[in-house]
C-alpha cells in the first residue's frame, strides 16, 4: 500500500539504518510508485507524444504563415489564425474527461494568440512598441491561465509579465534609474513565490517543484543582474531598498531550505553572492588585469570548492 510522504530519500534511510535487504527496498520502490511501472511508462510516453505533437504543428503553423507572407492577402491571414485559435479553443471542450488534452489544447491557443497579434501588426503596420505586443498578449490568455491547471501555461503567462514591464521599462521610461526595472522584477516574481509557498496544502500540490525553482531562479537572476548594476552605475536611487529586499528574500530562502531539507536554494543563493562579491571587488580595485584576473580565479575556485565541501557534508548529515 502506497504511504504519503514516502520518498525515495526515505526508503534508503531505512535502509541504510536496517536489515532491509536489496530485493526488499526494490519491492518498496515498487509499491510506492518510486519505479515507475508499465502503466506509469505508457502515462510518460502519451504526455511526451502530446506535447511534442502539439508543438510541431504549432510551429509547422507559425513557419507557414512567414514562409508564405507574400502569397497571402491580409484577410486569409488573419481569418486563417483566427480561425485556428477558436477551432483549437472549440475542440478543448470536446475533450472534458482527458484534462491532458484539454489543456494541451489552451495551451497550442495561448500560443496562437501571439501568433494572432503578431500578424494584426505586421499586416496594418501599427507601428505600436512591442511591450504593446506583448500585453496584448497576456491580457487575452490570462483567463486561461488562471482557469486550466496546467503549469507550462502558468509558465508562459508569467514569461509574457515579465517581457512586458521589460519592455515598457526601456521603451516608455528609458530615464527611470537603471536598477528600478530589475528591483520591479524581483519583488513581482518574489511576490508569485511568496503566494505559492502561502498556499493550503491542497492548492498547493498542483504546483509541481519544476516551476517553483524556475521562478526561484528568475528572482536569483534579477538580484544578481540588479546587484551588479548598484555596483557598477553611479545611478542608482533605490539601491538600499534593493539591498533590503534582496537580503530579505535569501534569508527566507536559507530558511526555507533548512527547513525542507533542501539544497536547491542553498545553491543558487551562494553563486549569486559570490558574482555579486566578484562584482564589487572588480570595481572597487583597480589593479592591473592580469593581477586581478588571477587573483578572481584563485578566489572563486576556493569558494566553489569550500561551498561544494559544506553542500556534501550537509547534505549527508541530512540524510544520516
Not at 150 to 172: E, G, H, K, R
Not at 206 to 219: G, R
Request: proline share 2%; charged share 10%; with cysteine.
Amino acid at each position: 500500500m502506497t504511504e504519503p510522504g514516502v520518498t525515495r530519500r526515505t526508503l534508503q534511510i531505512i535502509a541504510r539504518n536496517s536489515n532491509l535487504s536489496a530485493e526488499e527496498l526494490e519491492t518498496q520502490f515498487k509499491e510506492q510508485g518510486i519505479y515507475a511501472d508499465k502503466k506509469g511508462w505508457a502515462k510518460y510516453i502519451e504526455i511526451a507524444l502530446i506535447g511534442i505533437g502539439a508543438a510541431f504543428v504549432i510551429s509547422g503553423i507559425i513557419f507557414f504563415l512567414a514562409y508564405n507572407w507574400h502569397l497571402l492577402q491580409r484577410f486569409l491571414k488573419l481569418g486563417l489564425v483566427q480561425l485556428l485559435v477558436i477551432a483549437t479553443v472549440l475542440t478543448s471542450f470536446v475533450f472534458k474527461r482527458n484534462q491532458l488534452v484539454r489543456s494541451v489544447l489552451l495551451m497550442s491557443a495561448s500560443v496562437l494568440v501571439g501568433a494572432m497579434f503578431s500578424v494584426f501588426g505586421q499586416v496594418y503596420q501599427t507601428g505600436a512598441d512591442a511591450y504593446d505586443f506583448f500585453l496584448g498578449w497576456t491580457v487575452f490568455i490570462i483567463i486561461w491561465a488562471l482557469v486550466a491547471d496546467f503549469p507550462p501555461l502558468w509558465l508562459l503567462a508569467m514569461a509574457l509579465i515579465n517581457i512586458t514591464i521589460s519592455l515598457y521599462v526601456d521603451q516608455i521610461a528609458p530615464y527611470w534609474p537603471s536598477d528600478l526595472k530589475y528591483l520591479l522584477l524581483f519583488v513581482l516574481n518574489s511576490v508569485v513565490l511568496i503566494v505559492i509557498q502561502l498556499l493550503p496544502s491542497a492548492l498547493k500540490a498542483s504546483v509541481p517543484n519544476w516551476l517553483i525553482k524556475v521562478i526561484s531562479l528568475s528572482i536569483a537572476t534579477y538580484i544578481t543582474i540588479g546587484a551588479a548594476l548598484n555596483i557598477f552605475d553611479k545611478d542608482h536611487q533605490y539601491w538600499f531598498i534593493f539591498f533590503l529586499l534582496a537580503f530579505m528574500v535569501y534569508m527566507l530562502a536559507v530558511y526555507h531550505s533548512f527547513k525542507h531539507k533542501s539544497l536547491f536554494h542553498l545553491c543558487i543563493v551562494p553563486l549569486s553572492l559570490l558574482i555579486i562579491i566578484c562584482c564589487w571587488i572588480t570595481e572597487s580595485h583597480h589593479q592591473e588585469y592580469g593581477t586581478l584576473f588571477f587573483f578572481m580565479s584563485v578566489f572563486v575556485v576556493a569558494s566553489i570548492t569550500l561551498l561544494t565541501k559544506l553542500l556534501v557534508n550537509l547534505n549527508k548529515s541530512w540524510n544520516e
